[in-house]
């Protein structure tokens, strides 16, 4: 599939996928980078649309009357909370939710007004924000990692046969073609995409209402039954029985995921950071004709998304960390870290992080010239274990190999290559002929089934996007995860 006409369809997929959710009659737009999704104002329409569906949920179980719940949803709009009266109101109280409240309550009917957050709590209330926020940025980034998905497949394909060395510990090791190297980056970004699937079925199970202390109390006999119907009018699953606001393990399986897909594109970085040396020049980055990488070094063209992409994977890990200390709090609900914060540095940068990738990898420039040449860098040697099991049949499998190593000690010493060596050798003149040796010494004869390889990844890939990324509830109108 070709990524451009792609990546337009998929982002009017998820805009309309999410219009249909509950909070369709809002007047904020919804949130189309991750950026905006950790927004002041974001964050505030948030809350106002959790209170609501609070108020909804409890007036349907008869908690409150309805006529409170329609007007406290008819107000849940942060036009009705400006943000600079809120952070006015915060100086005063010194409480994020109170300062909310006290000003959002200002717009509401003072019938309506006392059931306002009536019988929460504001971790509750925060934990649902972070929810959403989260399942809201997991679905982003998994559009933005299916759209580098794309990518990746065109990349692998345009390559499936550039020969190139493959190396082991730095060193030559065996041929292999660019797009088998690709094809590794290809399959690991697709479990990537199914372990963030995971993450966000999680999430979607992780409303909560469950009170100060995780015992309902303050909400009622029916409370349970309120926290169903609350997670619903969010377009979200029944939630987790458990009292998980002190153990945070989902959002530590958010952070983490997303920690170790980031380590993919540290080792794409750091792969090509490697191949664009002067010494190896086997790929390039693309760079703008008036772009400057020294002061003093005219000459230098340095490999400017591939550091970022290193730097991300080292700071997103970093950040993780952090979220996965908050699964062990103090009793039952006290959190001294802050998780929120490092969950959205982690969100945002990496959107930013498939951003630089998607670029790097759609303008690579791949030097198959310098691969070739590259590959006759070891004077044919790379080619020692193609020789091996041609001579095996002959002489044996350990006797090839021994007597190949010997020979091969003493032509690094003379100074000569590898085919010289072999047309010189009494041993091997007499078991294989000169055409016979230079078909053995022929990269392209010898990639294994690299080519059979990329095949196999993007058809396993292509058979899981058909499966991806969402299906919408028709009852409902939520987005779900497919599995």
């Not at 949130?31 to 959790?50: G, K, N, R, W």
């Not at 199970?205 to 309902?216: Q, W």
């Not at 103090?330 to 998780?339: M, N």
């Not at 040796?437 to 990269?443: E, K, Q, R």
Request: glycine content about 6%.
């Amino acid at each position: 599939m070709n990524y451009k006409l792609f990546r337009c369809g998929f982002a009017a997929f998820v805009t309309a996928a999410f219009a249909t959710t509950a909070f369709a009659e809002q007047h904020v737009p919804a949130p189309a980078t991750v950026q905006q999704v950790f927004s002041t104002t974001q964050t505030h329409q948030y809350v106002l649309d959790i209170e609501a569906a609070m108020a909804r949920a409890q007036a349907a179980h008869g908690a409150i009357p309805q006529a409170a719940a329609d007007a406290i949803t008819a107000k849940a709009d942060v036009r009705y909370a400006p943000a600079d009266e809120i952070e006015q109101e915060r100086k005063l109280v010194q409480h994020r939710m109170v300062a909310l409240l006290n000003v959002w309550r200002r717009a509401i009917d003072a019938d309506a007004r006392q059931y306002v957050h009536y019988g929460a709590t504001t971790v509750d209330i925060y934990d649902t924000a972070l929810v959403l926020q989260l399942r809201r940025a997991g679905m982003l980034l998994l559009g933005q990692l299916r759209e580098f998905e794309l990518i990746l497949i065109d990349t692998a394909r345009a390559h499936q046969g550039t020969i190139m060395a493959g190396r082991t510990l730095g060193q030559h090791a065996l041929p292999i073609t660019f797009g088998k190297k690709v094809s590794t980056w290809l399959g690991q970004n697709r479990r990537d995409i199914e372990r963030l699937k995971r993450v966000l079925a999680d999430l979607d199970r992780s409303a909560i209402l469950k009170g100060a202390v995780g015992t309902y109390a303050g909400l009622g006999a029916q409370a349970m039954e309120i926290e169903r119907s609350f997670a619903r009018e969010l377009g979200l699953a029944d939630p987790y029985p458990d009292d998980w606001h002190g153990n945070r393990d989902v959002f530590a399986s958010y952070a983490l995921t997303l920690a170790l897909a980031s380590k993919l594109y540290g080792a794409i970085g750091q792969e090509l950071f490697l191949l664009q040396m002067t010494d190896i020049a086997e790929t390039s980055e693309s760079r703008a004709s008036t772009s400057v990488s020294s002061s003093s070094m005219a000459q230098k063209v340095n490999p400017s998304k591939s550091e970022a992409l290193i730097h991300s994977a080292r700071t997103i890990p970093r950040l993780a960390e952090v979220v996965l200390d908050d699964v062990v709090n103090f009793f039952e609900r006290d959190s001294t870290v802050g998780p929120d914060v490092a969950l959205r540095e982690i969100s945002i940068q990496m959107e930013t992080t498939i951003a630089t990738a998607k670029r790097l990898i759609s303008t690579l420039h791949v030097n198959s010239t310098a691969m070739r040449e590259n590959l006759g860098r070891t004077k044919g040697f790379i080619m020692t274990q193609r020789v091996a099991f041609a001579l095996a049949p002959k002489i044996g499998k350990d006797e090839a190999d021994a007597h190949l190593h010997d020979l091969i000690h003493a032509a690094l010493e003379a100074g000569i290559d590898f085919r010289t060596a072999l047309l010189n050798d009494p041993v091997v003149a007499k078991l294989l002929s000169a055409e016979e040796i230079d078909t053995l010494l022929a990269p392209e004869g010898y990639v294994g089934l690299a080519r059979e390889e990329v095949d196999a990844v993007i058809a396993h890939v292509e058979s899981m996007r058909a499966k991806d990324p969402m299906l919408q509830d028709e009852a409902t109108g939520a987005v779900r995860i497919g599995r």
